[in-house]
C-alpha cells in the first residue's frame, strides 16, 4: 500500500512478475550486503562505483529492463516496462543518487537509439547492454544548454559520404565510458536556426534540415574526455570530438525528427526523477523520524515537540501524496497512445512538481533531526544533495512549468464548460464581490454541464470536441507488457490539440473529506479566475507571472491523480484529509503570490485572493496521522 513507506528488508514486489521480482530483490540484497558505511565511504572519496556495475553486467539488470521486446532476440524477460523501470528508479535513489543517476542516463542515452530506423544501432546497443555496458545522452552545451537549436557540434559531409564531427559537449552523464553517446549535432552546409526567432514561429521542416542525431564511442582516440564537472562520485562529462569519423551508419535521426527524438526522449527519462526523489525522501524520513523518536530533551521525546509535530505530519502527508501521484502516473504512461497524450502533462508534472515536494521534505526533515542530518553515518546529506539536484534536471522547473501551461486551457476547460466564456463578457466579471462572481461562474457551469450533451447532437463542432476528450477510464497497469509506444511517440508538438476528460467528478467522490471540499471550492474559483481575467497577451510572453499562474493551475491535476490512486487504493479519509489540508494552504500562498505580481491586472488582483481559504483544522486527524508517522520509527535501518 501506498500509506506505507518502502522498505526493501521486506518487500516482496508481488505486483510483478517472478523475474522482475528477482532482479529487485537481488539489487535491494546488493546494498543492504554492501551496507552503509561502504556506500557512504564510496560517495565521500569518490569512487566510481565500478562493483555496483559488475553486478549490474552479472544479473543482466539493465539489458532485462531496458531492452524493448522488438530487440529481445526472443528473450521473454526483456521488455521496456514502465513500472518496473519506476521500481528500480526508486530503489536506487533509496540507496543513492549517485547510483540512480547511471541508470538514468542510460536510459536518456538508449532513447534516441530505440526511436530510430537504424536497425544495426539497434542491435548494437542490445549486444552492449547484455554485456553491461552503459550509455550517455550528448544534447547539453556548456555554452548554450537548452538552447539546441544553437548547438556548436558541426559535422563537416564528406563527398564520398559520412561526416567529420567537430564540438564540445557538457553535463553529459556516463561520459567517460559510454559505450554509445547519442550525440546532438548540425551539418556545417546548412543554416542554422535562429533560436530567439523560433519561439515566436515553428520553423519550417527546411530549417531543421541540417539537424542530425547520431551514436559515438567514448573509447575512440578522437573522443577527448576533459574532465568530471562535478565534484561527485557520479562522472558528468565535458567532452570533445575532435575531427570524429561519423559514417553513414552511425546516423540515428536527420532534420525535424532529431528534435523530435530529442524531446520524446527526455519525454521518457525525466519520468524516473519523481521515483528517484521517492526513493530518497523514504530513506531519509526513516533516519529522521527514528533518530527523532528515540531521542530525548528536557525531558520529552523530539517528536512531541510542536513544531517538530508539524513538521513531520506534513512531510509524512507530503510524501504519500508524492507516492500516489506517481504510480497513477504510471498508468497514464503506459496506456499513452496517439489519441492519448495526456502522459505529456502528467510526466512534466511528475518531474516537476514531485521532486519539489521531495525537496520540501528534506528540508523540513533537517530542520526536525538539525545536527544530525550532516553527521557522516547518515544518509540524509546524499539524500538533501540529490533533492536539490532533481528538480533541476531533465529540464528545469521552469521549462517543464512552461510545458505544463500549454495544458492548461484544455484541461481546466471541458468542452461542456463553454458557457463559461460568457464570464469575459459580463460587465465588471473581474472586480465585483467574490460571492457575486461565483454564483453567476456556477450557474454557468452547471448550464453548460446539463445542456452541452444536448447540444452537441445539433452542433458537429460541439460533438468533436466531446468526442476528443472521452477517453475510456485508464485501469491499473503493472501487467509484464512491453511499452512499445513511447518509442514511437511521433511529433513533440501539437500540444494544444491534447484533449482532457472533466476533473470534477473525482473530486466530488471525495467532497466528504473537508479539506478536499476546501480544494475543490479553490480549483473552481481558479476556473473563475482564468474565465473572467485571462492573461493578456502580454502576461503571455511573461514566464515569471506565467509561473505563477502555473503554481496554480499545476496542484489541480496533480490532485487529480492522487485522489484517482486513492479511490484504487482506499486510502484512509484522515491521511487524505491531512495531504488536502498542505493543499489548500499552498494553493492560498500560490493565490497571493498571483495577486502581488507586479505585471497582474486589478481583475487578476482580485480574482485571485477569491482563492485564499484556511484548511479544516481536525485535532483527532492530525493526531491519527502523526501516529501513522511515528510508527514507521524504527521499522529500518540499512545494514552497516
Known amino acids: 500500500m501506498t500509506t506505507t513507506l518502502f522498505n526493501p528488508k521486506t518487500s516482496e514486489f508481488a505486483e510483478f512478475d517472478a523475474q522482475t521480482r528477482r532482479l529487485l530483490r537481488a ?17 565521500r572519496d569518490r569512487i566510481w562505483y565500478a562493483d555496483f556495475l559488475d553486478f549490474v553486467k552479472r544479473e543482466r539488470v539493465f539489458a532485462t529492463f531496458l531492452t524493448p521486446a522488438a530487440e529481445a532476440n526472443g528473450d521473454p524477460n526483456k521488455r521496456w516496462d514502465t513500472a518496473r523501470i519506476a521500481m528500480l528508479s526508486k530503489i536506487l535513489g533509496f540507496y543513492g543518487m549517485s547510483y540512480w543517476y547511471v541508470w538514468q542516463v542510460t536510459i536518456l542515452g538508449l532513447g534516441p537509439i530505440w526511436q530510430s530506423d537504424n536497425t544495426a544501432a539497434k542491435r548494437k546497443a542490445a549486444a552492449l547492454l547484455d554485456s553491461g555496458e552503459i550509455f550517455a545522452f550528448g544534447l547539453s552545451e556548456k555554452e548554450h544548454g537548452a538552447d539546441v537549436y544553437s548547438t556548436d557540434t558541426v559535422l563537416e559531409p564528406h563527398p564520398g559520404g559520412g561526416y567529420t564531427a ?15 553517446v547519442s550525440v546532438f549535432g548540425r551539418r556545417a552546409d546548412k543554416p542554422i536556426i535562429d ?18 542525431f547520431f551514436v559515438a564511442d567514448s573509447k575512440h582516440k578522437n573522443y577527448k574526455l576533459r574532465r568530471n564537472v562535478v565534484d561527485s562520485q557520479m562522472y558528468v562529462a565535458a567532452f570533445d570530438l575532435e575531427q570524429y569519423p561519423v559514417a553513414e551508419e552511425d546516423i540515428l535521426h536527420r532534420g525535424e525528427d532529431a528534435f523530435h527524438a530529442a524531446m520524446n526522449t527526455v519525454n521518457v527519462g525525466k519520468f524516473n526523477l519523481g521515483f528517484g526523489a521517492v526513493g530518497a525522501c523514504e530513506h531519509a524520513y526513516y533516519e529522521a523520524i527514528t533518530h527523532a523518536e528515540d531521542r530525548i ?19 509524512y502527508a507530503r510524501l504519500i501524496g508524492m507516492k500516489l501521484y506517481s504510480e497513477r502516473a504510471i498508468d497514464y504512461l503506459r496506456c499513452a497512445a496517439p489519441e492519448d497524450r495526456r502522459y505529456l502533462l502528467f510526466n512534466a508534472i511528475e518531474k516537476m512538481t514531485v521532486t519539489r515536494q521531495g525537496q520540501r521534505i528534506v528540508e523540513d526533515l533537517a530542520d526536525v533531526i538539525a545536527a544530525r542530518g550532516f553527521e557522516n553515518d547518515m544518509y540524509f546529506p546524499m539524500a538533501m544533495l540529490g533533492l536539490f539536484g532533481l528538480p533541476r534536471l531533465e529540464g528545469t522547473v521552469h521549462v517543464n512549468m512552461a510545458l505544463s501551461l500549454k495544458f492548461m486551457a484544455n484541461y481546466m476547460f471541458h468542452p461542456i464548460d463553454a458557457g463559461l466564456a ?54 491499473t497497469r503493472r501487467d509484464a507488457a512491453d511499452d512499445e509506444f513511447l518509442f514511437r511517440q511521433g511529433p513533440s508538438s501539437g500540444l494544444g490539440r491534447i484533449r482532457f476528460r472533466d476533473w470534477r467528478p473525482v473530486f466530488e467522490k471525495f467532497t466528504h473529506i473537508p479539506n478536499v471540499a476546501v480544494f475543490f471550492d479553490q480549483a473552481l474559483a481558479f476556473q473563475t479566475l482564468l474565465a473572467a481575467a485571462a492573461p493578456t497577451a502580454a502576461q503571455q510572453r511573461d514566464v515569471d507571472f506565467l509561473f505563477a499562474l502555473g503554481e496554480l ?9 492522487i485522489l484517482e490512486q486513492a479511490e484504487i487504493e482506499g486510502t484512509g479519509a484522515d491521511v487524505l484529509d491531512q495531504i488536502f489540508d498542505g493543499f489548500v494552504r499552498e494553493f492560498s500562498r500560490n493565490a497571493l503570490t498571483l495577486h502581488t505580481k507586479p505585471a497582474a491586472t ?12 484556511r484548511p479544516v483544522a481536525d485535532r483527532a486527524r492530525f493526531e491519527q496521522v502523526l501516529g501513522q508517522a511515528r510508527a514507521h520509527a524504527g521499522v529500518y535501518v540499512m545494514n552497516r
Open 553 to 561: 493551475f499545476t496542484a489541480v491535476p496533480y490532485a487529480q491523480l
Open 602 to 613: 486589478k481583475a487578476q488582483q482580485t480574482r485571485a485572493l477569491d482563492l485564499i481559504r
Open 195 to 212: 533560436s530567439a526567432k523560433a519561439l515566436d514561429s515553428k520553423p519550417t521542416q527546411e530549417d531543421y534540415e541540417g539537424y542530425l
Open 166 to 180: 567537430t564540438g564540445s559537449k557538457h553535463y553529459i552523464g556516463n561520459g567517460n565510458l559510454a559505450a554509445m
Open 297 to 315: 530533551l528536557f525531558g520529552h521525546r523530539v517528536t512531541e515537540f510542536p513544531q517538530v509535530r508539524s513538521l513531520l505530519t506534513d512531510s
Open 27 to 43: 539489487t535491494v540484497d546488493w546494498f543492504e550486503s554492501r551496507g552503509k558505511a561502504a556506500l557512504k565511504s564510496d560517495d
Open 422 to 475: 460568457a464570464l469575459r463578457l459580463l460587465p465588471g466579471a473581474g472586480v465585483v464581490p467574490k460571492s457575486t462572481v461565483r454564483a453567476v461562474s456556477t450557474a454557468l457551469s452547471w448550464s453548460s454541464r446539463q445542456l452541452a450533451p444536448r447540444a452537441a447532437a445539433a452542433v458537429p463542432k460541439l460533438r468533436t470536441e466531446l468526442a476528443g476528450a472521452s477517453y475510456p477510464t485508464v485501469p
